[in-house]
C-alpha cells in the first residue's frame, strides 16, 4: 500500500479514515477523490490539508475517464471506496442519485481499476487492491430473536440506498470472479463519531438538544441498530486492508444494539449531565414522536466472528464512551457546525424531512 486512492474522502467516514491511515502509516501517498456533494466538506479535513502525503481532488466517481486517468498517473495500487450517496430517508425521498452514485459510480471505479490493473490478459498488477465499504442493510430487517447476519447470509435490502449497495456489493464481487480483480468488501453497521454530518440520527439529536429544538424519534422508537464507532470502523479497514483474504467479505460490528429511544435517551442525560446550566434541562423533554419513515427496518445484528478471528479485530469502544466522546466533540466544535450547516443547505434537509412528518 504505497499509492491509496481514497474515494468520498472528504465525508464522514472517509475523512476519519484519511487521518487513521495518515497516522498509522508512514511511507505512502493519500490521495482523495470527492466531489463535493452536500454530505463532502473540507472542513472535515483541515488537520491534514498541509500534509504533503495528502493530496485532494475535486472529481466525480462516475467519471471513469478521469478515474482511469488518474490510477495510471499516480501509479495508484490501492482504491478505498467510501464515495456514495448514504442516507436512507434522502433515498426515500429521491431514489435516483442513489442508483447513479453507488451503482454506476461503483461501476465506474471498477471498469476504470480493471482498465489499469487487470488488462488485457486477466492478470491484475501485483499488490493492487480495490477495496470496497458498504453496509449491513443489505441483509434487510431482522424479526425479534432471529441470529445475527453473517457474511454469507442472503441480501435482503428494503430501501432504495441498501438495494444500491447490495447492487454495488454484488458488481465488485463480480469484478473478482470474471476479471480477477483483487477485492475485500466490508459490511458494518451504523457508525458515529466525530465529523459526521447532522441528518444521522445521532449527531442531529445531539444538535438538536444543545438547541433546545425537537427530538425526531420515527414511529414508537423501538426500532434497533448495531452502533459502531467510527475509529474501530477505520482501524477494521485498515486490518482488512493489511491482512484480509483477497476476495473476502468481512462484517464489522460495535456489538452495541439499544433502541433507538434508549439512544436518544442516553444523549440526553450525558447533555443533562454536562451543560448542568442549560435551559432545555431535562433535554428528555424535547422528544417528539414522529410518523415512522416508510419501509423502516426494525432490527439490525452483525455477526463479527470472521474478522475477529481471522484478523483479531473487536471494536475498543463502548458506546457509553464513545457517545460521551462525540457529545464533547460536538460541543467543543461550534465552528464545524456552523460551517457544515451554512456551506451545505442544511435547513432545506430539515423542511423537506420533518415538516410534514
Ligand atoms: P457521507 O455521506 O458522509 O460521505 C459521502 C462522501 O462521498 C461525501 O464526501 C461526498 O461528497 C462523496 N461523494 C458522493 N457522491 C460522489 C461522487 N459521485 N463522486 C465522488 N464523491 C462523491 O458517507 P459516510 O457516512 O462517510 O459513508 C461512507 C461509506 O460508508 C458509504 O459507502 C456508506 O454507504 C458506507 N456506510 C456508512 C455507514 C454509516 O453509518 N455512515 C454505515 C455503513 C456503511
Ligand atoms: P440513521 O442515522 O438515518 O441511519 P440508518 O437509517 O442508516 O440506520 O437512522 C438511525 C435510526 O434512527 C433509524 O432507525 C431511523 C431512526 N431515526 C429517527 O428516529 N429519527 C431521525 O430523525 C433520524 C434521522 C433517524
Request: with cysteine.
Given at each position: 500500500?504505497?499509492?491509496?486512492?481514497?474515494?468520498?474522502?472528504?465525508?464522514?467516514?472517509?475523512?476519519?479514515?484519511?487521518?487513521?491511515?495518515?497516522?498509522?502509516?508512514?511511507?505512502?501517498?493519500?490521495?482523495?477523490?470527492?466531489?463535493?456533494?452536500?454530505?463532502?466538506?473540507?472542513?472535515?479535513?483541515?488537520?491534514?490539508?498541509?500534509?504533503?502525503?495528502?493530496?485532494?481532488?475535486?472529481?466525480?466517481?462516475?467519471?471513469?475517464?478521469?478515474?482511469?486517468?488518474?490510477?495510471?498517473?499516480?501509479?495508484?495500487?490501492?482504491?478505498?471506496?467510501?464515495?456514495?450517496?448514504?442516507?436512507?430517508?434522502?433515498?426515500?425521498?429521491?431514489?435516483?442519485?442513489?442508483?447513479?452514485?453507488?451503482?454506476?459510480?461503483?461501476?465506474?471505479?471498477?471498469e476504470a481499476a480493471r482498465?489499469?490493473?487487470?488488462?488485457?490478459?486477466?492478470?491484475?498488477?501485483?499488490?493492487?487492491?480495490?477495496?470496497?465499504?458498504?453496509?449491513?442493510?443489505?441483509?434487510?430487517?431482522?424479526?425479534?430473536?432471529?441470529?445475527?447476519?453473517?457474511?454469507?447470509?442472503?441480501?435482503?435490502?428494503?430501501?432504495?440506498?441498501?438495494?444500491?449497495?447490495?447492487?454495488?456489493?454484488?458488481?465488485?464481487?463480480?469484478?473478482?470472479?470474471?476479471?480477477?480483480?483483487?477485492?475485500?468488501?466490508?459490511?458494518?453497521?451504523?457508525?458515529?463519531?466525530?465529523?459526521?454530518?447532522?441528518?444521522?440520527?445521532?449527531?442531529?439529536?445531539?444538535?438538536?438538544?444543545?438547541?433546545?429544538?425537537?427530538?425526531?424519534?420515527?414511529?414508537?422508537g423501538q426500532q434497533i441498530?448495531?452502533?459502531?464507532?467510527?475509529?474501530?470502523?477505520?482501524?477494521?479497514?485498515?486490518?482488512?486492508?493489511?491482512?484480509?483474504?483477497?476476495?473476502?467479505?468481512?462484517?464489522?460490528?460495535?456489538?452495541?444494539?439499544?433502541?433507538?429511544?434508549?439512544?436518544?435517551?442516553?444523549?440526553?442525560?450525558?447533555?443533562?449531565?454536562?451543560?448542568?446550566?442549560?435551559?432545555?434541562?431535562?433535554?428528555?423533554?424535547?422528544?417528539?414522536?414522529?410518523?415512522?419513515?416508510?419501509?423502516?427496518?426494525?432490527?439490525?445484528?452483525?455477526?463479527?466472528?470472521?474478522?475477529?478471528?481471522?484478523?483479531?479485530?473487536r471494536p475498543r469502544h463502548?458506546?457509553?464512551?464513545?457517545?460521551?466522546?462525540?457529545?464533547?466533540?460536538?460541543?467543543?466544535?461550534?465552528?464545524?457546525?456552523?460551517?457544515?450547516?451554512?456551506?451545505?443547505?442544511?435547513?432545506?434537509?430539515?423542511?423537506?424531512?420533518?415538516?410534514?412528518?
Open positions: 500500500m504505497k499509492n491509496v486512492l481514497v474515494t468520498g474522502g472528504a465525508g464522514f467516514i472517509g475523512s476519519n479514515f484519511i487521518r487513521y491511515l495518515l497516522h498509522t502509516e508512514t511511507d505512502i501517498h493519500v490521495f482523495n477523490l470527492d466531489a463535493l456533494t452536500y454530505a463532502g466538506s473540507l472542513e472535515n479535513l483541515k488537520e491534514v490539508a498541509d500534509d504533503v502525503r495528502y493530496s485532494f481532488i475535486q472529481a466525480n466517481i462516475t467519471d471513469t475517464e478521469f478515474v482511469e486517468q488518474f490510477l495510471a498517473k499516480h501509479k495508484i495500487d490501492t482504491i478505498v471506496h467510501f464515495a456514495a450517496e448514504s442516507h436512507v430517508d434522502r433515498s426515500i425521498l429521491g431514489p435516483r442519485q442513489f442508483i447513479e452514485t453507488n451503482v454506476m459510480g461503483t461501476f465506474s471505479m471498477l482498465n489499469i490493473w487487470i488488462q488485457p490478459q486477466n492478470q491484475p498488477l501485483e499488490n493492487v487492491r480495490f477495496h470496497h465499504v458498504s453496509t449491513d442493510e443489505v441483509f434487510g430487517s431482522l424479526a425479534p430473536g432471529e441470529p445475527a447476519w453473517t457474511e454469507d447470509t442472503p441480501y435482503s435490502p428494503n430501501s432504495p440506498y441498501a438495494a444500491s449497495k447490495a447492487s454495488s456489493d454484488h458488481l465488485v464481487r463480480s469484478y473478482g470472479h470474471t476479471y480477477g480483480l483483487p477485492y475485500t468488501i466490508t459490511n458494518c453497521s451504523n457508525n458515529y463519531g466525530p465529523y459526521q454530518f447532522p441528518e444521522k440520527l445521532i449527531p442531529l439529536i445531539i444538535l438538536n438538544a444543545i438547541e433546545g429544538k425537537p427530538l425526531p424519534v420515527y414511529g414508537d441498530r448495531d452502533w459502531l464507532h467510527v475509529e474501530d470502523h477505520c482501524e477494521a479497514i485498515h486490518l482488512v486492508l493489511t491482512k484480509g483474504a483477497v476476495g473476502s467479505t468481512y462484517n464489522i460490528g460495535g456489538e452495541n444494539q439499544p433502541a433507538n429511544l434508549t439512544i436518544v435517551e442516553t444523549i440526553c442525560e450525558i447533555l443533562d449531565e454536562l451543560s448542568p446550566a442549560s435551559p432545555h434541562k431535562p433535554h428528555k423533554n424535547l422528544i417528539q414522536f414522529v410518523k415512522d419513515r416508510p419501509g423502516h427496518d426494525r432490527r439490525y445484528d452483525m455477526d463479527t466472528h470472521k474478522i475477529s478471528v481471522e484478523l483479531g479485530w463502548t458506546l457509553t464512551e464513545g457517545l460521551l466522546d462525540t457529545i464533547n466533540w460536538y460541543l467543543a466544535h461550534p465552528e464545524w457546525v456552523t460551517a457544515i450547516r451554512q456551506q451545505q443547505a442544511y435547513q432545506g434537509w430539515l423542511d423537506a424531512n420533518y415538516t410534514s412528518r
